[in-house]
């Protein structure tokens, strides 16, 4: 009896041992996979921004051409030379992209081709995920002071840099700022 008793304790004990081990692997796994997908998102956005230029275009039925840039705490809307995310088009030269969270609870993308007669028109999005649950901008002048919004006819070009935070899932903590330099930044016309 006594020996039946030990090995039920033995067993029970490496039972709860074996929980415990699967439960931290487990929270590592979630961690790590947290991670990539942060990683993969600031790639995908950095990339996306460190093509905008000064594409001017027109918005609406104005005959105007503006620079299209326009950027806001939560979302961006730009044109950019880096290959497209969703269009069909991989030799596209350039492309309107709106990116962000705006009023939303996912990282969203919509793309579309330039000239376009609305650029920034909403269209078909594509999540870039759904577990990002901050994701905020501010814009770089030329006097090196970071703004919340950035207008580039107003401003006279693109900013010099965009500086990004995103956080993902339920973490406590989200990437460190990543700042995106704009080789074509402040070229006004």
Partial sequence: VRALTTLAVVVLLATAALR?????????????DVQQESRALVELVGEALAGATPYRGGVSLSPERVVLFEGEPEEVRFVTSAPPLTLEAPAAPFHAVVLGRKGGDALR????????EEPFAPG???????????FTLAYRDEAGAWQ????????GGLPTAVR??????GALQGTPAVVVLL???KSGP
Wanted: charged letters at 35%.
């Fill in 20 to 32: 415990i081990g699967l439960r931290g692997w487990e929270a590592g796994q979630r961690r790590a």
């Fill in 109 to 116: 993308l919509v793309e579309r081709l330039v000239p376009a």
């Fill in 124 to 134: 078909p999005e594509r999540v870039l995920s759904r577990s990002v649950t901050r």
């Fill in 148 to 155: 919340e919004r950035w207008d580039a006819n107003e401003a």
């Fill in 164 to 169: 990004f935070e995103l956080r993902v899932g």
């Fill in 183 to 185: 080789p074509l930044g």
